[in-house]
């Protein structure tokens, strides 16, 4: 298993999140955990564990797909952009919650150049990863620099992802603010978040241009009197349904406002 030097200084980012979305980040670090810190590394005893960094991951196209037939089943090729999509879940729960830990409650930018953030992959699904012990940068005002590294991030992976398999990159972007909006959502009790919501979700970037982050999460009227009214749902839906036996909705789908209350409670008995 390849993976770069060990660095003394290794701090887990749960650290500095607060308990309602610190597992997220059990398993993230800045700088290079090594054994007796990062459990997943101990437990390499089939020696299925791969360090790559992030702007490799084209490389583990094969793995990536694979892992995501064990976990949902379908084909690896015939299916490839439904699980594809549900891979970037698991990715994004480490990378873009680090991101925006740092951004939204620290302050602080974090540096997040794919070719020095890593990940660790257990026969292609990710379970940990590492940023340089020095990514977290001086506090800073200003919203657009300190989300600034989060969003090229994503944008980067999102277009590698992308490269792999026929998928529109707003399925991406959406995974990806799904999990933002949920993050802020947990962290509102707390903290006063209102000014980074209004610009990471507005309508246009720093650059002028139109935001795929742009309100990734919408309340609307559902169809059946079953549901929430209005209900909280996704913009777009993860495509998860395309794999065979997938059946499930989550509970933000997009799809679930144009379902009969006889559906509806379908989708309640497969629970």
């Not at 995501?68 to 379908?74: A, F, I, S, W």
């Not at 990710?126 to 506090?139: C, K, N, R, S, T």
């Amino acid at each position: 298993m390849r993976q770069p030097d060990h660095d003394k200084r290794a701090q887990c980012f749960a650290g500095f999140a607060p308990e309602s979305i610190a597992h997220y980040l059990e398993h993230v670090w800045l700088g290079t955990p090594n054994a007796s810190q990062e459990s997943a590394l101990a437990n390499d005893h089939a020696g299925s564990l791969k360090v790559a960094r992030v702007s490799e991951l084209a490389e583990h196209r094969a793995e990536l797909l694979d892992a995501m037939v064990t976990l949902y089943g379908g084909e690896r090729e015939t299916h490839a952009r439904a699980l594809l999509s549900q891979w970037t879940k698991y990715y994004f729960g480490f990378a873009a919650t680090a991101g925006f830990v740092a951004a939204a409650l620290l302050r602080r930018p974090l540096a997040m150049s794919p070719d020095k953030t890593h990940i660790v992959l257990r026969d292609g699904l990710p379970i940990a990863a590492y940023f340089e012990h020095d990514a977290l940068q001086p506090v800073e005002c200003d919203p657009s620099r300190r989300y600034a590294p989060l969003v090229e991030h994503l944008n980067a992976v999102i277009e590698t992802l992308c490269a792999m398999t026929r998928i529109a990159p707003r399925v991406l972007w959406s995974n990806a603010g799904n999990l933002l909006d949920y993050l802020f959502e947990q962290c509102a009790p707390q903290f006063d978040l209102t000014d980074d919501i209004a610009w990471l979700f507005g309508p246009i970037t720093a650059d002028g241009e139109a935001n795929p982050l742009r309100l990734p999460v919408r309340l609307a009227k559902p169809r059946a009197a079953s549901l929430p009214n209005p209900l909280s749902a996704r913009r777009v839906c993860c495509v998860r349904y395309e794999i065979p036996g997938e059946t499930q909705l989550c509970g933000r789908c997009p799809l679930l406002l144009t379902m009969s209350d006889a559906e509806i409670a379908l989708q309640a008995a497969s629970h």
